[in-house]
């Protein structure tokens, strides 16, 4: 509350909690003038080393976002408030970051595929986004092609010869990982592969989200919103389009919408741009060992028995198990 109004001159009249999301704490805040505010924090690490590159990150990212609403005039970015000093983001402590949005009436959907019929919408939404990239092409980062997470990936993958004694499901991780050691090295190399491919690409690449999934696209009474831009890369731009393949729901376990073939033949002709099989191959195979390496490290880590680090031993579980199809 008292960097609210350090940061942004907002005085809180009252304040909740939002249990929404992934990744980062919410809450609810309307001031003495009975604005409503969305609040953000988010989580720069465990560890001390990597802050404050996590924060700069995170305040290019948001930078980014204000210039395509404010310089580019894209009405469906929902970007944060700046603070009174102008910057997106607030360092609350040393390991925690603020931000500020307004309070938008809407509803955001759920994580997973595109129904068909929302595909259109949200493939013209990515074009015009992606035909934004001159304005933020100095601000935003440019993705850098490692996988996030991989020293502490392959770093488990040596140490599977002896107990881990992190917490309680530190040992039943290790044996997954164990039985399904060789088709985790073997997604690697394949990543590897494929990152060689779309490495040559870069003279094309485009602003993206990193994550339009339905979870971050809003419904309001004003159109459609994204949400969420902690990703913004300039990056290929099928980091984005993939989510409109039936990659995406495949890989969740269900069954897959159609074919992409309408809206990326719509895509092409908003922007002029080809969408490469090598890129569409890629970002699902980037998700699937992100969060791997993230679940992995997190079960590796002392831990206790709380719901949060028994549902990554289940997403972990899923997601080897569908690695052998």
Do not use: C
Not at 136 to 142: I, P
Not at 208 to 227: S, Y
């Amino acid at each position: 509350m008292a960097a609210l109004t350090e940061g942004w001159g907002v005085e809180p009249h009252s304040v909740e909690y939002l249990p929404v999301g992934a990744g980062s704490y919410h809450w609810s805040v309307v001031d003495q003038r009975e604005t409503a505010w969305f609040v953000k924090v988010d989580d720069l690490g465990i560890e001390d080393a990597g802050r404050d590159d996590a924060f700069d990150r995170l305040g290019r990212s948001f930078g980014a976002a204000l210039a395509l609403r404010r310089d580019a005039g894209l009405d469906f970015v929902l970007a944060p408030t700046r603070t009174v000093t102008d910057a997106a983001v607030w360092r609350l402590t040393s390991r925690y970051a603020l931000s500020v949005f307004p309070m938008v009436e809407g509803a955001a959907g759920h994580f997973g595929a595109h129904r068909p019929e929302d595909r259109v919408e949200v493939i013209d939404l990515l074009a015009e986004l992606h035909e934004a990239t001159p304005i933020v092409a100095d601000t935003a980062s440019r993705a850098d092609l490692v996988l996030p997470g991989r020293d502490k990936l392959e770093e488990a993958l040596l140490d599977l010869d002896r107990e881990w004694t992190g917490g309680p499901h530190a040992e039943p991780a290790r044996k997954l990982l164990s039985v399904h050691a060789g088709q985790v090295q073997g997604l690697l190399a394949d990543f590897d592969r494929r990152i060689d491919q779309v490495r040559n690409t870069s003279a094309a690449w485009v602003v993206t989200h990193g994550e339009p999934h339905p979870g971050n696209v809003m419904r309001t009474p004003a159109g459609l919103r994204l949400i969420d831009w902690d990703t913004v890369q300039i990056a290929p731009p099928e980091r984005d389009l993939w989510m409109l393949t039936p990659a995406l729901a495949r890989m969740l376990g269900d069954d897959p919408v159609a074919d992409a073939d309408d809206v990326f033949v719509r895509y092409t002709r908003a922007t002029g741009r080809t969408v490469t099989p090598a890129g569409l191959a890629l970002y699902p195979l980037w998700w699937r060992l992100a969060d791997i390496a993230v679940f992995v490290d997190e079960l590796r880590r002392p831990h206790g028995s709380g719901e949060d680090i028994a549902a990554s031993l289940t997403y972990l579980t899923g997601y080897l198990e569908s690695s052998r199809d």
